[in-house]
């Protein structure tokens, strides 16, 4: 950050007083400008046991099979957010269950909270991000195509827990280097 969205004064880096790491910092008005990680919230969409991918329409990962996923806007809760991004891109309104994977990435500043969630309608279809939606059996997916290692975390212990049929909530943490940084 270059200037205060406060005031427009130049900011400065360094740690403020009482704080333990570097923050923007504008001497003019005073204002600590924090950086938070994005949430990024989706559903894991099941109809008799296979899920529901999309494949991208818009980069990162052009072409590349992914779950219905996207950042969360300001005024909306996790399962609004993780809901609207199954509309946006697989126009989907599934029922939602509880949430599945929830995935820190604290090098990407991305946390991932992902709700399972049934479709009992039986309708979706490729909304302006995708390029097709598809209902995949766990025998089916396109593992080698699939968009991010979140993806291809949640859709192992998917595969995993509708064997056993137990579902739990599944913490993980991945250390990721940046898809623009990727050969």
């Not at 900011?11 to 923007?24: A, F, H, K, L």
């Not at 291809?152 to 623009?180: M, N, W, Y």
């Given at each position: ?34 950086q ?22 818009i ?7 992914t ?21 946006e891109?697989a ?44 209902l ?11 968009a ?18 137990e ?12 898809v623009?940084?990727?050969?």
């Amino acid at each position: 950050m270059n200037f205060c969205s406060n005031c427009g004064a130049a900011t400065i880096r360094r740690v403020p007083e009482g704080d333990n790491r570097p923050r923007d910092l504008c001497d003019q008005c005073g204002m600590i400008h924090y950086q938070n990680p994005k949430i990024i919230a989706g559903c894991v969409v099941l109809a008799d046991n296979k899920v529901l991918l999309c494949r991208r329409a818009i980069e990162p990962r052009y072409g590349l099979w992914t779950l219905p996923a996207g950042v969360m806007e300001n005024g909306e809760t996790v399962a609004q957010a993780a809901l609207r991004e199954t509309w946006e891109e697989a126009h989907a309104t599934p029922e939602l269950g509880q949430l599945y994977v929830v995935t820190s990435i604290p090098t990407i500043s991305q946390v991932y909270m992902l709700y399972l969630a049934f479709l009992t309608n039986g309708q979706y279809e490729s909304g302006p991000e995708s390029l097709e939606t598809r209902l995949f059996d766990m025998d089916e997916i396109p593992w080698d195509e699939l968009a991010f290692h979140t993806v291809r975390d949640t859709l192992a212990r998917l595969k995993d827990d509708l064997q056993t049929g137990e579902f739990s909530l599944h913490c993980i943490d991945r250390d990721e280097t940046p898809v623009s940084a990727r050969v």
